[in-house]
Nanobody, 117 residues
Framework: QVQLVESGGGLVQPGGSLRLSCTAS????????MGWYRQAPGKQRELVAV???????NYAGAAKGRFTISRDNAKNTVYLQMNSLKPEDTAVYYC???????????WGQGTQVTVSS
């Protein structure tokens, strides 16, 4: 099993920046596809960004140009750098891990991001 521990959420002003981190357990992190999802009140979870084991990335339209997903395999960690934050970015952000072959997606506990003056 894979355990995901998230950090970096909090309160930030509009236009500000925040970096989320997610550290995974285990020794096979480098072959996992990793992602970030978010869920705002009253809405379903939506994809924010994903990064493959080969470092290819994809972003939701709302994140493109403002957010950057990256990974540090030596630290078993995936990051989400969020710049130019807007109030509509307010949500619980979740880290995901997709090990190859295993038909299961692992989720972190979520971290709250609030963008407000």
């Amino acid at each position: 099993q894979v355990q995901l521990v998230e950090s970096g959420g909090g309160l930030v002003q509009p236009g500000g920046s925040l970096r989320l981190s997610c550290t995974a357990s285990g020794s096979a992190f480098s072959i996992y596809a990793m992602g970030w999802y978010r869920q705002a009140p009253g809405k379903q979870r939506e994809l924010v960004a994903v990064i493959s084991s080969g470092n290819s990335t994809n972003y939701a339209g709302a994140a493109k140009g403002r957010f950057t997903i990256s990974r540090d395999n030596a630290k078993n960690t995936v990051y989400l750098q969020m710049n130019s934050l807007k109030p509509e970015d307010t949500a619980v952000y979740y880290c995901t891990a997709d090990p190859p072959i295993i038909m299961r997606r692992y989720w972190g506990q979520g971290t709250q991001v609030t963008v407000s003056s």
